[in-house]
């Protein structure tokens, strides 16, 4: 099993349109979860940060599951400029120090 | 506050050249990360930084790749020789808390 395993998308959906993103995680220790923003040839950017069983940040809830080890991302009100690469980022650590492990990201497009 | 500062933006180079990028993160973060980022794939982590000590260095092809941290400041990475799959963007990311910031990377393509 993967670090990390997202939807493959693409996700295409109109505008006002609700959709929601799963990521499942192979490390059961993993106590914080991230989803990060990338656009089209941007670096990636933090969106929200999930620490217990979930977060909610105007549009945009993420919600932790960890008995079953899955998180998912969810955009209500779909607008044009959510378009981009959400990449679901699980905690690892090496030599003592924390890092993070990506996968490879879920794609949005939304249309008028 | 500055961010962090990659160069160059772009390079295109022959398979079997070297080339090498640089990395100015924002002042003060200790953790310093080089990540490649291929095409359709997320960043995986070639080498990770505390200060100007490597603390996890155990996904870079260390035949071709090297970085160094000297004065726990920038950071160069470099490649040598490239290969075509090489051919990504090299994410350059600090870290403040649980949260990391990235540059704007360079894309290197290998013909």
């Known amino acids: 099993r993967k670090e990390v395993e997202q939807d493959p998308g693409p996700f295409n959906v109109p505008e006002g349109a609700t959709v929601a993103f799963n990521c499942t995680y192979s490390n059961s220790a993993s106590q914080s979860f991230f989803w990060y923003r990338q656009d089209c040839r941007k670096e990636p950017k933090l969106l929200m940060s999930?620490?217990?069983s979930g977060n909610e940040d105007g549009r945009f809830t993420a919600q932790l599951n960890r008995a079953s080890q899955y998180i998912s991302l969810l955009i209500r009100d779909s607008k044009l400029s959510d378009s981009a690469t959400y990449l679901c980022?699980?905690?690892?650590?090496?030599?003592?120090?924390?890092?993070?492990?990506f996968g490879a990201g879920t794609r949005l497009a939304v249309h008028p | 506050e500055a961010g962090v500062a990659q160069s160059p933006r772009y390079k295109i180079i022959e398979k079997r050249q070297s080339v090498a990028f640089w990395c100015n993160p924002i002042?003060?973060?200790?953790?310093l990360y080089w990540y490649q980022q291929i095409l359709g794939q997320g960043p995986k982590l070639l080498i990770q930084f505390q200060n100007n000590g490597v603390v996890d260095d155990s996904q870079l092809p260390k035949d071709r790749f090297s970085a160094e941290r000297l004065k726990g400041v920038d950071s160069t990475l470099k490649i040598q020789p490239a290969k075509l799959e090489d051919s990504a963007v090299y994410l350059c990311a600090g870290r403040r808390g649980n949260e990391q910031f990235f540059g704007p990377g360079t894309r290197l393509t290998v013909l």
């Open positions: 999930v620490y217990s």
């Open positions: 002042s003060g973060h200790a953790t």
């Open positions: 980022v699980v905690p690892g650590f090496s030599g003592g120090y924390n890092k993070l492990i």
